[in-house]
C-alpha cells in the first residue's frame, strides 16, 4: 500500500509556469512560490439574532418599567412594541433627553428633602404648639386633640400648611404638654410638642 501510494504521488505532475516541478522533491511543498499557497477558513453558520436597544414609555410585564432602557429582538420591537406605541429606540436624542428627566427628578428630589428638613428645624425651634380646648372635672377636656387642630396651630404659626394625615398623637385627655412628631418626608421627620390649655370663656 505504500508503494501503491507512492506510485500515486509520483504520477501527479506540478508546473511552476511552463516548468514541471517534481512534486516528490524533498522540501518541494516549502519551495513553492507563495501564489501556489491556498488558505482554508471553516466557518459554522449559526443563526444571529439581531436585537435593538429600546427606551420603555410605560410598564410591561417582564420587561421593565417606563423609562426604562431594555434590549428585545428586532422582530418584537417591529412587530408589537412599536405599532403599540410601547417603546422606542434608544436613539442618543432620546438618551440624552432621559438623562436631562433623570437629573431634574434627582434635583427636585433634593430640593423637597431639604424643605422638610428645614420644616424639622422649624418645628423644633418653635417648640410648642398651643390647641384650647374645654374642661370639664379633673381638667379632663371635651372631646379630643385632634390632627387637624395641629395642624391649624402649626399653620398659624409658619404658615405651612401640613397634611394631617401625617400627625403623631399620643392619647390626649387632659390638659397639659404632649410630645407629638409629623413625617414631612420619607427620610425626615419633625417633632414637637402640643400644649392643650383651657379656653377662655370655658
Do not use: W
Not at 417582564?62 to 431594555?70: C, D, R, V, W
Not at 397634611?163 to 385627655?173: Q, V, W
Request: net charge positive; proline share 4%.
Amino acid at each position: 500500500m505504500e508503494a501503491l501510494g507512492l506510485k500515486a504521488q509520483s504520477s501527479i505532475q506540478t508546473y511552476d509556469g511552463m516548468r514541471r516541478v517534481d512534486m516528490s522533491a524533498p522540501g518541494i511543498v516549502q519551495a513553492l512560490p507563495q501564489r501556489h499557497r491556498c488558505a482554508f477558513t471553516v466557518q459554522a453558520n449559526k443563526k444571529v439574532v439581531k436585537k435593538q436597544t429600546v427606551v420603555l414609555k410605560q410598564d410591561v410585564p417582564n420587561l421593565g418599567t417606563k423609562g426604562a432602557i431594555t434590549t428585545v429582538p428586532n422582530g418584537f420591537f417591529r412587530n408589537f412594541l412599536k405599532p403599540q406605541n410601547i417603546a422606542d429606540l434608544a436613539t442618543e436624542g432620546i438618551l440624552m433627553n432621559l438623562e436631562r428627566e433623570k437629573e431634574r427628578g434627582e434635583k427636585a428630589a433634593k430640593d423637597v428633602k431639604t424643605k422638610a428638613r428645614a420644616m424639622a428645624v422649624a418645628l423644633q425651634t418653635i417648640g410648642k404648639f398651643i390647641v384650647k380646648k374645654k374642661v370639664g372635672e379633673n381638667d379632663k377636656i371635651f372631646g379630643s386633640v385632634t390632627p387637624s387642630e395641629i395642624v391649624d396651630a402649626i399653620f398659624q404659626q409658619t404658615g405651612r400648611q401640613l397634611d394631617k394625615k401625617d400627625i403623631e398623637l399620643p392619647e390626649i385627655n387632659t390638659l397639659g404638654t404632649y410630645p407629638a412628631s409629623i413625617r414631612l418626608h420619607p427620610e425626615v421627620s419633625g417633632v414637637f410638642n402640643v400644649v392643650v390649655q383651657r379656653e377662655k370663656n370655658a
